[in-house]
């Protein structure tokens, strides 16, 4: 939907007003396909004019897609970038073109060399630039900008801290191309692609505010949880230095192109009933009164019908009656979310019991972070268990403890008396491949696998924990994984094959997996994407039929109340125990590789969000419990408990 700035400011129960128009797209692919078409419009609209097309570009994945959808538009359309001159907007200091993580490599892989783009117009900031000739270079940077007329159209992500390029708060609308100092947030979101956040510079090269202020046209684009604080506080925020993404609000032709997930937090998805009228279904109805509970911090079913009035609700409660009817409503079916027997109970006639269940686990520690509380329910509850380790994991371990690994498998060998030629070239090789390796390199074939093995034994004593047996543990290594490096090979067949196989030969009543959906381009959103396309292909077997799936959320964030279909509460013993099974991750425990914007470690994150979890239905009125573990039925398929 197109955002029209002037409706929110008509209402009185509305949030700041919004400076930023914004589209919500059903998913992350879709709102990179309409960025594309844009540009794939724009570009030809300029070579009918005879005109250059002048571009400025962003790195990171919130753009992958886009650029994915620009080549096959060229392959497939004849979109010719032959009058296209582009700028790319940033690139880290120092940093040579070869390296694993620059933008130049970044862009070419993406883009560059699979379109038609005249590589003598192309800019993309030096990241080898001597400091002595960075104010020269950056001038330079501006004056070619200048000399083709300017940027036609900006490409933007946003960072956490509300950077644009690398424009950190404080920078300043008079600001233009310029080596800059990076904040701490900033160097931890780019951990992962340089296998740890020591390995990130401290600086980089980027395009100024005012430069970016000066494209004619402008679209960010913004997907995934982590980015709806920021993106709300963009939009509807104050103007101001510390973020420097609201200083967009002053552009006169920008658009955010937004999922729903990161569009969350933005006043007309949150509380839309505070800005026109809604569809009054079940979701919304529960949405608006969870909303309402929470904001006047009453009990579900003590709110009134002046508390409905006095927050904008009086739609609602002209639609469905008295506020009582509409609580009762809701907090019955809040009631019934919450079970201790996930699934269902041996003594009833309509229910097969025990149960044969997969739980899907992207990286070796989901199954025991994610729902590790429900995984023991469920196998001390007699089902037959299986977890499938989607991903071997093996980027998330840090080079001392391979190193570790492999001097521990030297000594043992000497000390059993099976040292022989061939032990000792593999652990002299693996040995001195690590001590040798350079920062933000890609190991050796022999470290990966040392390393996936580190993972391997780890899931199985977490497991072993909850109760699952050994041979129901399925670690299946899926190739798109396989890469060395932080950026994986798209979805493959043989990806979908092993999955399938798995679920063919198991035949689960109930499958569970990570339900990360809006993350574009994650691990968790691509092993879902397997999963969905291996249930496709079994749809229509006779055993799936009877199948459910059931998502669950991973380390990072909770699945929202009002979402929330099935509760499974936890008591104090069982978070203990889902503690003790994390704790088997002792290569991600003290300090994760890549830890993400929470620097707590995976128990606390888990322990925190599951007891939230519990506090939210507790002052909703429910019971009060220590902890709750949240799932949300899959309803993309046919299949039924």
């Known amino acids: 939907m197109r955002r029209d700035r002037r409706r929110l400011k008509a209402y009185s129960h509305a949030a700041p007003a919004s400076s930023i128009p914004y589209r919500v797209f059903p998913e992350a692919s879709n709102a990179s396909e309409a960025a594309a078409l844009e540009i794939a419009t724009l570009v030809r609209s300029r070579a009918a004019e005879g005109r250059t097309c002048v571009l400025g570009l962003a790195t990171g994945s919130s753009v992958v897609n886009v650029y994915s959808a620009m080549v096959r538009m060229h392959r497939e359309q004849g979109l010719s970038f032959a009058n296209v001159a582009v700028f790319v907007l940033d690139e880290f200091l120092p940093m040579g073109p070869e390296s694993l993580q620059s933008h130049v490599r970044f862009m070419n892989e993406h883009l560059f060399d699979h379109i038609d783009l005249p590589r003598d117009q192309i800019h993309i900031p030096d990241g080898l630039t001597p400091q002595d000739d960075l104010s020269e270079y950056c001038l330079k940077f501006e004056n070619e900008i200048a000399e083709l007329g300017g940027i036609d159209m900006l490409i933007l992500g946003i960072g956490r801290t509300g950077h644009i390029g690398f424009n950190e708060p ?4 008079d600001s233009r191309t310029r080596p800059i100092t990076l904040d701490a947030m900033t160097r931890i979101d780019a951990a ?20 970016i202020l000066d494209a004619r046209r402008i679209i960010l684009l913004a997907f995934g949880e982590g980015k709806a604080s920021i993106v709300a506080r963009s939009v509807e925020g104050e103007v101001a230095p ?8 002053q552009h006169d032709d920008v658009e955010f192109f937004l999922d729903s997930a990161a569009a969350a937090n933005l006043t007309e998805i949150r509380s839309p009933w505070l800005v026109g009228e809604v569809c009054w279904d079940d979701v919304m109805v529960r949405r608006a009164v969870i909303a309402l509970s929470q904001s006047v911090q009453k ?63 992207p990286h070796p520690d989901d199954d025991v972070i994610s729902m590790g509380g429900t995984l023991t329910r469920l196998a001390g509850q007699g089902h037959e268990i299986h977890v499938a380790y989607q991903t071997s994991g093996n980027l998330a371990v840090f080079d001392g403890d391979a190193l570790r690994f492999a001097e521990f498998a030297a000594d043992f060998c000497r000390e059993f008396d099976v040292f022989n030629d061939d032990i000792q070239r593999l652990t002299d090789m693996m040995i001195h491949a690590i001590r040798d390796k ?16 580190i993972r391997r034994g780890e899931a199985t004593a977490g497991a072993r924990v909850c109760g699952v047996r050994d041979e129901h543990l399925h670690y299946l290594d899926l190739p798109f994984y396989e890469t060395g490096t932080v950026r994986k090979k798209p979805i493959g067949q043989r990806d979908i094959e092993i999955t399938v196989d798995l679920l063919r030969h198991v035949q689960p009543h109930q499958i569970y997996a990570a339900g990360d959906l809006s993350d574009p381009h994650g691990t968790h959103r691509t092993c879902l994407d397997v999963i969905f396309a291996a249930c496709e292909e079994c749809r229509h077997d006779d055993w799936f039929a009877s199948t459910a799936v059931w998502l669950y959320r991973g380390a990072w964030q909770e699945w929202a109340p009002h979402e929330i279909e099935m509760a499974v509460p936890l008591s104090p013993q069982e978070v203990d125990r889902k503690r003790d099974a994390i704790f088997k991750h002792e290569s991600q425990k003290d300090r994760a590789l890549f830890p993400g914007s929470d620097a707590r470690e995976f128990w606390q994150r888990a322990e925190a969000r599951n007891a939230q979890t519990a506090q939210i ?7 009060q419990y220590q902890a709750i573990e949240g799932f949300v039925r899959w309803k993309g398929f046919d299949g039924g408990e």
């Open 192 to 211: 992962s692609n340089f296998f740890g956040v020591e390995n990130v510079p401290r600086r980089a090269i980027t395009m100024g505010v005012g430069t």
């Open 299 to 361: 009990p579900v079913l003590m709110l009134t019908d002046a508390d409905y009035n006095a927050n904008g609700l009086q739609g609602l409660l002209a639609e469905y009656g008295t506020a009582y009817e509409i609580n009762l409503s809701v907090f019955r079916h809040l009631q019934n979310t919450i079970t201790g027997w996930p699934a269902g109970k041996p003594d009833r006639p309509e229910t097969v019991f025990p149960k044969r269940i997969i739980l899907f686990s």
């Open 617 to 623: 239905y507790d002052r909703l009125g429910l019971a």
């Open 170 to 173: 404080g920078s300043g609308t």
């Open 242 to 249: 510390a973020v420097p993404a609201t200083f967009l609000q």
């Open 438 to 453: 350079a920062s933000g390199s890609i190991d050796i074939n022999e470290v990966q696998r040392l390393k996936g093995l």
